[in-house]
Every structure is written in C-alpha cells, then in structure tokens.
C-alpha cells in the first residue's frame, strides 16, 4: 500500500513539474459580433512574443502566451482587435473573442487598355512594367528597385543616419525596443503569410508601435519610392524597414 501512495506521489509530482515546464497556451473560439458565427482563418499575432497563428474551421485557435500578453485579431473586413491575456483566461481556458463586421466600400479599378494578340512572346512584350518599384527576395535580406533607385543612394541615407536631426536617427533609437522584433517577424512564417496578404500597414502599427505616417517616412528616408511605399504589400514593407534598420544598426556598432 505504502509503495502504490509513493508511486502516486511521484506521478503527481512529475505531471506538476512537466505542465510547469511547458509553454503557456491559451486558446479559445472567434465569432462574428452580430451572428456568433464562427470566423475561420483569422490571424492571431502575440505583439509581446511576436508569434502567430490562425483559427481552424471551428474558429477555435490556441497559441503560446504568458499573462499580460497581447493578443492581435484581423481578419478581411473586420475591425483589427486587440485583447490582453488576463489570469481568468488562464485560470478558466478557452474564451470567445468576438469580432465585429466592417463595411466594406470597394475603389474603383481602372483597368489599362492593353490589347493582347494570344501569343505570349508578344503580349508578354505589351504589358506595362512599373521601373520604380522595389523588388526582394524573401531570405536574403537585399532588394533593387528597377528604374529609379540611384546608385549612391544606400551612401546617402546612411551617411545621415546619425545626423541628430534625422528623422531615421529619432525613430529607430526611440523605437529600438520594438524593432528588434523585426528579426522574430521574418522568421515566424505565419506572420510572414499574414502580412504577404495584407496592404493596410495595421499589423505592423500594431507589432512595431508606430503609425502609418511613421512607415511611409521611414520608407521614404531610405529612398524607396512612392510608389513602392503605396503599392507593396505589408510583408514587403516589412522586408524594407528590416534592411534599413539592419543598415543602421552596423552603423551605430561602428
């Protein structure tokens, strides 16, 4: 009897010492505001551990995060939610994140008068090619932009990075806090597919605790063009204030 209560005593004491070693995990269940129907595919950023995830056809999501993490819900035509890990959440388990619906008022497309004959040497030839935007390949970190960009360009920012009236200088050292989240972005792919579909910058106000008008300065500054800053997704943006962060960052070490 003595042996069966000790072996008890151990089980328990390894399960406690196992859950104690184990990430923290929330979960819980996203529905629309109005209906209660549940939203599947919504993307789910920790801002603090800069993860993500999305929910599963039921809506339901789980995702590492530790009291007083905040949580970032978007999803296509709802407004952006944050919510705050609380020790309830952690205490009770999964919670309903509703989210509510926007209206969606669509721009006018405008569509170029392209005629294309049905050969493709030749339409391929015809379709228009924008030479000032800027161009990256995901992983290494370096980018051209065709067309516009001047070769002493790269010289000419960071030779005044550290111009202490330089709009670069004052962000990046205000905000050094948070930029270094960059790295972490890059390497999280869900954040990273997040963003490759995303144009409106909220995630990454969100994640870099900067406003929009911040980005497109930052952007403008290291001499990418307008309409790069206007056109790319949040994930080529990303990209961008990533590299000439880096770029600021080997200066300042030197």
């Known amino acids: ?80 939610l944050k919510v705050r890990v609380t020790n309830d959440w952690k ?25 294309l004959t049905g050969y493709l040497v030749i339409d391929a030839k015809k379709i228009p090619i924008y030479n000032n935007y800027r161009y990256s390949i995901s992983g290494l970190n370096s980018g051209y932009e065709g067309g516009s960009k001047q070769p002493d360009a790269v010289n000419k920012v960071l030779g005044a990075i550290f ?40 995630t990454l106000m969100a994640l870099l605790q900067v406003d929009r008008l911040d980005i497109d300065e930052i952007l403008n500054n290291c001499n990418y063009s307008s309409d790069f800053i206007k056109f790319a997704n949040d994930l080529q943006i990303l990209d961008a204030i990533s590299e000439c962060y880096e770029e600021y960052k080997i200066l300042e070490r030197k």
């Not at 999964?94 to 006018?108: P, S």
């Not at 962000?171 to 997040?194: A, Q, V, Y």
């Open 163 to 202: 111009n202490p009236a330089d709009f670069l200088y004052n962000i990046f050292s205000k905000r050094s806090k948070e930029l270094k989240k960059l790295r972490k972005m890059k390497k999280d792919d869900k954040i990273r597919n997040l963003l490759e579909t995303k144009f409106d910058r909220a």
């Open 91 to 115: 205490k009770f388990g999964d919670v309903k994140i509703k989210m509510t619906e926007l209206g969606i008022a669509l721009e006018e497309v405008v569509v170029a008068n392209v005629q």
């Open 1 to 80: 009897m003595k042996k069966i209560l000790l072996y008890i005593i151990l089980i328990i004491s390894f399960t406690t010492l196992a859950q104690e070693n184990d990430p923290d995990i929330v979960s819980g269940t996203v529905l629309n505001a109005a209906t209660d129907l549940k939203l599947d595919n919504v993307h789910i950023v920790n801002l603090s551990q800069v993860i993500g995830t999305i929910t599963n056809k039921n809506g339901e999501f789980e995702i590492q995060a530790k009291v007083n993490d905040t949580l970032y819900f978007t999803y296509i035509g709802y407004k952006p």
